[in-house]
């Protein structure tokens, strides 16, 4: 399942640089920008019912639970469309683009809710079915879209047909498929009321929501200061940053989380935590070697990414902000996961606030010292990241760091996947001397994560396979 997910983003992560292409700075910078708004608005908005779903629903609790889930997404859909209206008759020379920004959310809400639910019920060839239908979808609007008409508007638009589509589809095939419903579980046994439901899902969505505006911030602050063409350059190496490491980590959170809830429920919260222990290894294991191997490629990839008119702030921005966005990934994914099984959730709002004031500290103190804007957005999204990691650390407690013995297993094989691509970067000049680095870093890397049972590789290949 996690791999149709990881199929599903690397898709939508390619059509963003095909977008990019074929959009230029200025009109990708618009399209960007509505996106932004619109996931901050579908987090905002919708992102609930599918943690709740994510948490809460399994193949034996009923439909209970489903149909109030359901019953929610259809009056919040009925705000987010009136909205979209409202826009078409208030939002001036710009009035279509801002409507489909609470269409887009409400559209991609839903799909991620409805992906939920059958990741909830490990309906594994029914999400893999609906991940290609929807990929399938974007793959052939979008680049058209953006070709065609050349304007932000229309790739917002072809984005919103795609989702449209595919969850008709589904939801289609789902009627023609059905089959008579089996006893519905009393809510009072099984079922958590709405105001639980919220308890757990609230602090989390707000804790996205202020990350997101912090990105959303990023993106805008360099709009104002710079035009909409310099917004482009620079959310292009945001967005490409931000998701190949959203990817990979939820990717990783699709299949070790559920894990630990499994575990947690079957024998109880000592061993749902020491799954988390050893989930949070392998993220380490996982984002890290990621994180390196951009940083020293990154040059003799950017031609191959981006268009001409991307090439230079692209590589430049894109390394200034590694570092931050590898932290906020392993904030995301190796340690939220600790207070989300404990339904401690409040703390990752005090977590996300710390790092809002961090972030603000340090804007202003690139306001006044002399550094460029790269370096800007790069202090502070790092500045932000460091204290959302350090208030998270002392909420969960030490016991969750890993020992010594998996720190030092780890800087052995990142050393040597960056000595060999060291080696390798002077000797050749174009496309091959890429393919050769990627290939001999990854593969060295591989090879001693396996000899020194890297974040417990062994077992868990093996637990992967039977």
Request: aromatic share 8%; glycine share 8%.
């Amino acid at each position: 399942m996690s791999a149709a997910f990881l199929a599903s983003a690397l898709i939508q992560f390619a059509l963003g640089l095909v977008v990019a292409w074929l959009l230029g700075p200025a009109e990708f910078g618009a399209y960007a920008l509505a996106l932004s708004a619109a996931v901050l608005l579908q987090t905002l908005t919708l992102e609930w019912l599918r943690l709740a779903a994510t948490r809460f629903h399994h193949a034996g609790e009923g439909g209970d639970l489903t149909a109030r889930l359901f019953m929610l997404f259809t009056r919040i859909a009925a705000g987010l469309v009136v909205a979209a209206l409202v826009l078409t008759l208030v939002g001036g020379a710009h009035r279509w683009l801002f409507a489909l920004v609470p269409l887009t959310a409400l559209a991609a809400g839903f799909a991620d809710f409805r992906a939920a639910l059958m990741r909830a019920e490990f309906n594994q060839r029914g999400y893999a079915l609906f991940m290609l239908v929807r990929n399938g979808l974007a793959i052939v609007i979008l680049p058209v879209a953006a070709s065609v008409f050349a304007t932000g508007e229309a790739a917002l638009a072809g984005f919103l047909g795609s989702l449209v589509l595919a969850s008709a589809g589904l939801e289609i095939a789902r009627k023609r498929h059905a089959t008579p419903d089996g006893p519905v579980v009393s809510a009072a046994e099984t079922a958590p009321d709405i105001r639980a439901l919220l308890r757990y899902s609230a602090p989390i969505v707000l804790t996205n929501c202020l990350y997101l505006g912090l990105f959303f911030g990023l993106r805008s602050g360099v709009a104002l200061a710079a035009g909409l063409a310099a917004a482009g350059q620079f959310s292009l190496a945001l967005d490409f940053g931000l998701k190949l490491f959203t990817t990979i980590g939820t990717a990783l959170d699709l299949m070790l989380f559920q894990l630990a809830v499994r575990d947690a429920r079957e024998q109880g919260d000592a061993a749902g935590r020491a799954r988390l222990r050893a989930n949070l290894e392998i993220v380490l294991a996982t984002l890290l070697p990621m994180a390196l191997g951009l940083v020293l490629v990154i040059g003799a990839l950017e031609p191959w990414l981006v268009g001409p008119d991307f090439r230079g702030p692209f590589a430049a921005y894109l390394s200034a902000l590694l570092p931050g966005i590898a932290l906020y990934a392993l904030v995301q994914y190796a340690l939220h996961p600790f207070l989300q099984l404990e339904q401690r959730t409040q703390r990752l709002i005090e977590a996300a606030l710390a790092a809002l004031i961090a972030g603000a500290l340090a804007y202003g103190a690139t306001r006044l010292g002399a550094l460029g804007p790269v370096q800007s957005v790069s202090s502070i999204l790092l500045a932000a990241m460091i204290t959302a990691a350090l208030r998270l650390l002392a909420a969960i407690g030490r016991d969750c760091l890993p020992g010594t013995a998996f720190l030092g297993r780890l800087v052995l094989t990142l050393a040597a996947m960056a000595s060999v691509v060291l080696v390798l970067r002077p000797v050749l000049t174009g496309l091959p001397a890429l393919i050769l680095m990627v290939s001999a870093g990854a593969a060295t890397y591989a090879a001693l994560a396996y000899a020194t049972d890297l974040a417990g590789i062994r077992r868990f290949i093996r637990m992967r396979r039977s």
